[in-house]
């Protein structure tokens, strides 16, 4: 069952990881390296397989954005830290990710996918039995869960919709104002009253 972690501090661990140079860190420590900063914490099945290449190679492509945004972005599988490592050491030709530009953490004793409860229901996931579904949590600079995302196996995600929430994020806590279904960077906002909705209705509720 899916945790409920929105407002609360992210599920901190300790495990192997691969670091964005390729090193190996046998300490990673989630709180500490996402601390000060918005996080993605980025959950998906299996290296080497279908659907999980295209997402993180997304994410990479769209790094010096995150960058921007103050993201810190965590990859997680159930995958050894070496088998991270051979996965980018494989060029994308080949069913690799390339050398991505995030670190990537080692689940594999499974202990922080059940913290964060989105293990794949054994006889429902395409792969093996306790693998992540494709979960993204978003944590402000804080540590706490803003937004949560799960899709199924077969359902990649857009990384542009995860930065689009971050933005959200970003522009109610430097402004106040709520942001409206469809919000982008540079629309207005929602003073959070009964006389801002309607006065913000009253202007956008056509292009809704």
């Not at 857009?158 to 104002?177: K, N, P, V, W, Y």
Request: net charge negative.
């Amino acid at each position: 069952m899916l945790a409920n972690l929105i407002g609360e501090t992210a599920p901190n661990f300790t495990c192997t990881a691969v670091l964005p140079n390729g090193e190996l860190e046998p300490q990673f420590d989630l709180h500490k390296v996402i601390t000060g900063t918005y996080g993605l914490i980025f959950f998906y099945p299996l290296d080497f397989t279908f659907v999980c290449p295209s997402e993180l190679i997304s994410l990479h492509n769209r790094s010096s954005s995150l960058a921007d945004l103050n993201v810190t972005t965590i990859a997680i599988s159930r995958d050894s830290a070496h088998t991270h490592r051979a996965w980018r050491q494989t060029k994308p030709a080949d069913g690799g990710i390339g050398e991505v530009s995030f670190t990537m953490a080692s689940d594999l004793d499974g202990s922080i996918v059940e913290n964060y409860g989105i293990k794949s229901p054994s006889n429902k996931s395409f792969y093996d039995s306790g693998v992540p579904m494709r979960g993204t949590f978003i944590t402000d600079t804080n540590l706490t869960v803003r937004s949560i995302s799960i899709n199924d196996e077969p359902i990649g995600r857009s990384i542009d919709e995860h930065m689009r929430t971050i933005e959200a994020l970003q522009f109610f806590e430097e402004h106040g104002e709520v942001c409206p279904a469809g919000w982008v960077h540079g629309s207005p906002g929602i003073i959070n009253t009964s006389t801002g909705v309607s006065n913000y209705l009253a202007t956008h509720h056509k292009n809704l």
